[in-house]
């Protein structure tokens, strides 16, 4: 067979990742048909799922759906069969990471200065978040207006706030990383 991709490899994996019985989707489409992002994307959320059924990785990493992908889980409410799509999204997306096919750079840019944002501060400054997110995208002008309003009407406070509590945040964010370092070892040795 080839030219055939190895299907059940990769939904394995999928389905390991995610914890989730991708298998049992009949497309039905009740996942796309509430989909809100899924005008804005190259493929719907069952499509995904077929794509990953018939082992087509290359095609399901390189789509912007799974970066697109909001994690509503108005998908996951519809699907007759339980399967949550975020859960997949975020499995499919930690895969793409970690053989760096990143297709939308400006989702994950983003995703990552506010992550790193919170570790530092413990809550979201928006105005330190978003002058580092526009200077990592090089988009350093495309909505300074906006930014001018929202300054004005105070919504992008000079000084944010953070935690006071700064240990506890710091063990959070140590116990995630160790467990997803566990993870990673489990995946190896097994």
């Not at 996942?31 to 499509?47: E, K, L, W």
């Not at 996951?76 to 499919?92: F, H, Q």
Request: aromatic residues 8%; hydrophobic residues 35%; positive net charge.
């Amino acid at each position: 067979m080839g030219g055939l991709p190895d299907n059940r490899s990769f939904c394995e994996e999928v389905k390991v990742k995610s914890g989730q019985p991708i298998d049992l989707c009949f497309h039905c489409q009740k996942c796309s048909s509430g989909c809100s992002m899924a005008r804005f994307s190259d493929y719907t959320p069952n499509q995904i799922l077929r794509f990953v059924q018939m082992g087509m990785k290359d095609k399901v990493l390189q789509s912007s759906m799974i970066w697109i992908c909001s994690s509503c889980e108005i998908c996951g409410a519809r699907c007759a069969n339980g399967i949550k799509m975020s859960e997949v999204m975020d499995a499919l997306k930690e895969i793409a990471i970690e053989e760096n096919v990143i297709k939308e750079k400006n989702i994950f840019s983003f995703h990552d200065t506010f992550i790193k944002t919170v570790a530092f501060r413990g809550r979201v400054h928006e105005l330190a978040m978003m002058g580092i997110y526009k200077l990592r995208s090089r988009d350093l002008f495309s909505d300074v207006d906006l930014g001018i309003k929202l300054f004005l009407k105070s919504k992008l406070p000079l000084l944010g706030s953070g935690v006071k509590n700064k240990k506890r945040l710091n063990l959070a964010f140590k116990r995630s990383a160790d467990k997803s370092c566990k993870e990673a070892l489990y995946k190896c040795s097994n």
